[in-house]
C-alpha cells in the first residue's frame, strides 16, 4: 500500500478524535499567540519601569530579525508535548481497540502500520514547521526596523532544528507508546523523562559525565540552546550545531528501528 494512502487512513482516524481537533487546535493557537505575549509582557515591564531604573524593555529586540529566529523556536520546544499526547493517543488506541489486529487481518502488514504512523507524524511535524516559520516571518517583519530580505533569513535555520526536535520527540513518544500501550501511563513517563534524564547524568562519576551529553533528550535540548542570556551579555551558542543534528537523526532512526522491532515481536 503506498504512503499517501496510508497517511489518508491514518488522519481519517485522528480527524474522529476529538482530542486530536481540540489539541492541534490549541497547539496552533499558542503558537500564534506566543509573539503577542511577549510583547504584552514587555510593555508591562515597561510600566513597572520606575523598578528598571528607567530602563524600557521594549527595546530588548527579542522580536528582531535576527535574534527572534533562536527566541521563539526555543519557546516553541515547550509546547510540544500537545503534540505528544495527540500520538500517543492516536497510537494507544489502536491497541485499545484492536484495531490494529483488524487491520493486519485485512492485509495491512506491521510495516505498513509503522509506516503509516511514521509518515503521520513527519505531516505533523513539517506542518507545525511551516506554521512557526510564517508566525516568526510575519512578526519579525513587523518589529524589526530596515531589515532587508536576506538579513530577515539570517539565522532561519533554527525553524529545521525546531523541525527535527519536534519530529525526533514525536517519533520518542510513538516508541513509548508501543512498549507501553496505556495513554495515561505513557504521556505520565514522557513528562518525567526528562528529569529523570537530568538526575541520572546529574549522577553519573566524573569520569562518565560526558555521557550525559548523549542521553535522548539531551540531545534533542542541544538543537535550539535557550537564547536569552544574551541580553544580560553572556555568551551563547546562536546557531544550530550540525553535531547535535547527526546525533538526532541517528536517534530518530533507532528509535523507528526499535519501534519496527517491537511490532515484530508483539502479539498484536
Known sequence: MNIIKLVKIDLIKLTNYRAFNVLVGLYALLIISVPVSVTEFLKWLKVKGAEFDQFDPMKIPILHFPDIWQNVTYVYTFLKIFLAIVVIISVS??????????????????????ISKVATILLLSISSAVLVFITTYVTGWIYTPDVSIGE???????????????????????????????????????????PIELTIAGLLPEKLEFLGEYFPLNVLSRLIEIPFPRYWFQEIQDYVAWDAVAMVIVYIALFVYAVHAKLKSSDL
Open 152 to 194: 530577515s533569513l539570517e539565522t532561519s535555520s533554527f525553524v529545521f532544528a525546531y523541525f527535527l526536535d519536534l519530529f525526533g520527540y514525536l517519533i520518542f513518544a510513538f516508541l513509548l507508546t508501543v512498549i507501553l500501550k496505556r495513554s495515561a501511563l505513557t504521556i505520565f513517563i514522557l513528562m518525567l523523562y526528562r
Open 93 to 114: 488506541n489502536e491497541f485499545s481497540y484492536k484495531t490494529v489486529r483488524q487491520n493486519i487481518i485485512d492485509g495491512l502488514s506491521r510495516t505498513d502500520f509503522l
